[in-house]
């Protein structure tokens, strides 16, 4: 059947609408500025600068654990209660009012560090709910296209979110993010509407800035997708969802693609993630740069992922999702050993002149990577998890992917935050980033390029079952 574009395009809203939180929020202008902050904190308590880095580093790490692991063990169960009653959209309307809610919120974090950590709570549960919408979201992809259509459509609504996190990026910078020496911002003017350089507010409107373009930018979803009226509701009981959701995880055993994709994606995933959390992080105290600098990195970044994963998207559609992943996990584990090895004082080893442009030239080019192979990673993973779903059952699928997702959410984290810790050292924190991309790697092995559909879909089974 033949899927109205409007709602296409209302789905594709999404990616446009929720980006900025992740662009802005999480990697490039409010996760750098409370590592700045969380910093000058510490040293305030009496630790030294590169300690107080380190410290800075290890308390965002542990915020990002706490929240995937809750999202890791309630998305299923969200999916599957959603998938028994038919509806997604007021789960999607749910959670988007605690993303305004807690984003509008982050205008709070002072430059004093007053309720340091009070934020980094705050900051996490828009997090939190960022990544439960986004679940129903990916639930929706399986009804607009077939196996082929969903990989470009996939590409295509993440490149348009990238764009939509670009073009946020530019009006923060040029009107709101102030140079902390010099109070003006990257076109030299003072923040806009009379915000004071003096207490960082235009670095913090960061947050409302990202609630105003989510309420505005989501409208065409809420006008366009409906839930399908024809959809026969199954009991929401909690012992119904439960048995189902328990159905289903035991079916996951057996079906050996399935498996191994999750297991794999959970793993490559999630070192992604430690990436797109610290990148910013990692600019900011190994690299010295300043809150404008790492915006100008953020644009250069989520260019480069929106043409990349646009190109990905068509990639996917000729050759399939799982090259497409190889790929680009290659690209992202060569970034990592480039990271583990560059400081501003050397490369590798070999001492750098005092001043060299050469770790900024590199970590540009780094930033164009990370943000070109994880977009295609993000596109193409969940057009291959479609490859592995039931149409009746897509939010308890993509509950699932989202576990695989976050169950390891804490491994990267608490890696690197162990790692920072023993090592004192920002830079080498970032090793256990590359064995599991590795592992994620190894695993695709297993994988089936075009999923395990076709050995169940012709029986009519659902996924819970063998």
């Not at 902050?37 to 965002?60: K, N």
């Not at 693609?257 to 990692?282: C, E, I, K, Q, W």
Request: proline fraction near 5%.
């Amino acid at each position: 059947m033949a899927v109205s574009k409007k709602r296409i395009w209302g789905w594709m809203s999404f990616d446009w609408a929720s980006q900025p939180f992740y662009t802005l929020g999480l990697t490039f202008i409010f996760g750098p500025y409370f590592a700045v902050v969380a910093t000058e904190y510490f040293m305030g308590t009496g630790l030294d600068e590169v300690t107080a880095d380190a410290r800075a580093q290890s308390v965002w790490s542990a915020g990002q654990t706490v929240a995937g692991l809750i999202i890791a063990f309630t998305a299923p169960f969200l999916g599957a209660f959603a998938d028994n009653s038919g509806r997604r959209v007021p789960w999607i309307a749910f959670f988007s009012v605690i993303y305004v809610v807690a984003a509008t919120m982050l205008w709070g974090l002072t430059p004093d560090a007053s309720g340091l950590f009070l934020f980094l709570i705050i900051f996490y549960i828009g997090f939190i709910a960022a990544e439960s919408a986004l679940n129903f979201i990916n639930a929706i992809l399986p009804s607009l296209g077939n196996d082929q259509e969903v990989g470009r459509i996939s590409g295509s609504g993440a490149a348009f979110g990238y764009w939509g996190g670009v073009t946020a990026l530019f009006v923060m910078l040029l009107f709101f993010v102030e140079d902390a020496e010099t109070g003006v911002t990257l076109i030299g003017l003072p923040p806009a509407l009379g915000l004071d350089p003096s207490m960082m507010e235009g670095t913090r409107s960061v947050g409302p800035f990202i609630a105003v373009w989510y309420v505005i930018f989501i409208i065409p979803f809420f006008l366009y997708v409906r839930d399908d009226p024809n959809t026969v509701a199954k009991s929401t009981k909690l012992s119904a969802v439960a048995g189902d959701l328990w159905n289903t995880l035991k079916a996951v055993a057996k079906r050996k693609s399935l498996l191994n994709f999750l297991l794999g994606s959970m793993f490559y995933r999630d070192a992604l993630n430690a990436m797109y959390t610290f990148g910013g992080v990692y600019a900011a105290l190994v690299l010295d740069w300043q809150t404008i600098q790492i915006g100008v990195f953020g644009i250069i970044a989520a260019i480069a992922a929106a043409v990349t994963t646009w190109i990905g998207g068509l990639c996917d559609q000729r050759f399939g999702p799982k090259p497409v992943i190889r790929v680009a996990v290659w690209v992202l584990i060569a970034v990592s050993v480039i990271i583990v090895g560059m400081s501003r004082e050397q490369l590798f080893g070999v001492p750098l002149a005092e001043g060299s442009m050469v770790p900024d030239i590199i970590f540009y080019v780094c930033g164009m990577c990370i943000g070109g192979a994880g977009g295609a990673i993000y596109a193409s993973s969940r057009s291959m998890m479609v490859r592995h779903t039931h149409p009746d059952r897509p939010a308890e699928a993509f509950g699932l992917f989202a576990l695989s997702g976050k169950a390891t959410a804490f491994l990267a984290p608490a890696s690197i935050t162990v790692f920072t810790l023993l090592t004192g050292s920002v830079q080498l924190g970032f090793l256990p980033v590359i064995f599991l991309f590795l592992l994620g790697l190894l695993l695709l092995r297993w994988v089936n390029k075009d999923g395990d559909r076709a050995e169940w879909s012709a029986t009519s089974q659902p996924l819970s079952q063998p």
